[in-house]
């Protein structure tokens, strides 16, 4: 019987291209190769070479689950006519692999800005969701000159020790790697009921077939998770300088508004905060046209600014 998520899959590549973005494969380093979906006029020849992108550049750095495009394509195809839309997977997910045995996030945002650079983007906004958000946070202080400005919904800036010892076990959890990682139907079922404000009817069938195709590096990616807890005591909230969009969802059951409101005063005044109602976690799929177009306006602020200068 076919997999309905896996037959999906395809279809969205193609919808992909048709937006104008192709899949490029980018060696970091020996073992090291991030997929990244970028502006098909950026590819100079199937060489491996790329040039500089002729509109503003958006990064959209996907949450852990799935890959790039499966999360981020009613963004990608709706910001692709007026910036240069760039798409990665990051390590372990999509087709991004690494023979290294670093895990941390500090090392997805190293690879990430490395890749970047080899495809010829010198200046971005990365819009980070979740685990993205995370990795945003790493790459806005590896290299400020690089990003311009976050985006970041449904993340904090470092999932410390409290934060998990304060949600896990109150949601019924012993790990995120539970939550995240689901090994039944039913497990893939209360990630998505934990992921948004009103899960929709979906058939079992759905459940099956989406922990039978987006599961591919389970150990990998349980490592990867174990990596991002860190000890409250080496958190510290650094001082960027870059602006912080929070753009977020009521009803995140994972980090809710009472967090995002705490980064932000943490962060002064270069941080401000934005909600979109009757939305969960994964506020880009469940209200993608609310999310956009938030997401539009913030990015129209930026480049105003940027035009000011």
């Given at each position: 019987m076919v997999n309905v998520v896996a037959a999906v899959r395809p279809i969205l590549h193609g919808v992909a291209k048709l937006a104008g973005l192709t899949p490029q494969k980018v060696e970091i380093e020996p073992g090291t190769i991030i997929n990244i979906w970028v502006p098909k006029q950026t590819v100079v020849n199937k060489d491996h070479e790329w040039k500089k992108p002729n509109k503003p550049v958006v990064v959209l750095a996907h949450p852990f689950s799935a890959d790039g495009i499966t999360m981020w394509l009613f963004q990608a195809m709706a910001l692709a006519g007026d910036y240069a839309v760039y798409v990665p997977d990051f390590l372990f997910f999509g087709g991004s692999t690494t023979s290294s045995t670093e895990r941390t996030a500090l090392f997805q945002a190293e690879c990430l800005c490395r890749c970047l650079r080899k495809v010829g983007v010198e200046r971005c906004t990365v819009v980070?969701?979740?685990?993205?958000?995370?990795?945003?946070?790493?790459?806005?202080?590896?290299?400020?000159?690089?990003?311009?400005?976050?985006?970041?919904?449904?993340?904090?800036?470092?999932?410390?020790?409290?934060?998990?010892?304060?949600?896990?076990p109150r949601h019924g959890f012993a790990s995120w790697s539970e939550l995240l990682l689901p090994r039944t139907p039913e497990g893939v079922k209360v990630l998505f009921t934990v992921g948004t404000h009103k899960l929709p009817w979906l058939p079992h069938f759905f459940y099956k077939d989406y922990l039978e195709a987006m599961f591919d590096h389970r150990k990998e990616q349980a490592e990867l998770l174990e990596a991002l807890v860190v000890s409250d005591k080496d958190s510290t909230v650094p001082d960027y300088p870059q602006r912080i969009y929070f753009l977020w969802a009521d009803d995140d059951k994972i980090f809710n508004l009472e967090l995002a409101n705490s980064m932000k005063k943490q962060l002064g005044e270069k941080a401000s905060l934005q909600y979109i109602k009757n939305a969960g976690h994964l506020v880009q799929w469940e209200r993608p046209c609310a999310y956009t177009s938030h997401l539009k306006e913030i990015l129209a602020s930026i480049y105003q600014i940027k035009k000011q200068i």
């Amino acid at each position: 019987m076919v997999n309905v998520v896996a037959a999906v899959r395809p279809i969205l590549h193609g919808v992909a291209k048709l937006a104008g973005l192709t899949p490029q494969k980018v060696e970091i380093e020996p073992g090291t190769i991030i997929n990244i979906w970028v502006p098909k006029q950026t590819v100079v020849n199937k060489d491996h070479e790329w040039k500089k992108p002729n509109k503003p550049v958006v990064v959209l750095a996907h949450p852990f689950s799935a890959d790039g495009i499966t999360m981020w394509l009613f963004q990608a195809m709706a910001l692709a006519g007026d910036y240069a839309v760039y798409v990665p997977d990051f390590l372990f997910f999509g087709g991004s692999t690494t023979s290294s045995t670093e895990r941390t996030a500090l090392f997805q945002a190293e690879c990430l800005c490395r890749c970047l650079r080899k495809v010829g983007v010198e200046r971005c906004t990365v819009v980070g969701l979740s685990y993205g958000g995370m990795v945003a946070f790493k790459m806005a202080r590896l290299d400020p000159d690089l990003v311009k400005a976050m985006v970041v919904s449904s993340t904090v800036i470092e999932l410390t020790e409290s934060i998990s010892n304060a949600w896990l076990p109150r949601h019924g959890f012993a790990s995120w790697s539970e939550l995240l990682l689901p090994r039944t139907p039913e497990g893939v079922k209360v990630l998505f009921t934990v992921g948004t404000h009103k899960l929709p009817w979906l058939p079992h069938f759905f459940y099956k077939d989406y922990l039978e195709a987006m599961f591919d590096h389970r150990k990998e990616q349980a490592e990867l998770l174990e990596a991002l807890v860190v000890s409250d005591k080496d958190s510290t909230v650094p001082d960027y300088p870059q602006r912080i969009y929070f753009l977020w969802a009521d009803d995140d059951k994972i980090f809710n508004l009472e967090l995002a409101n705490s980064m932000k005063k943490q962060l002064g005044e270069k941080a401000s905060l934005q909600y979109i109602k009757n939305a969960g976690h994964l506020v880009q799929w469940e209200r993608p046209c609310a999310y956009t177009s938030h997401l539009k306006e913030i990015l129209a602020s930026i480049y105003q600014i940027k035009k000011q200068i």
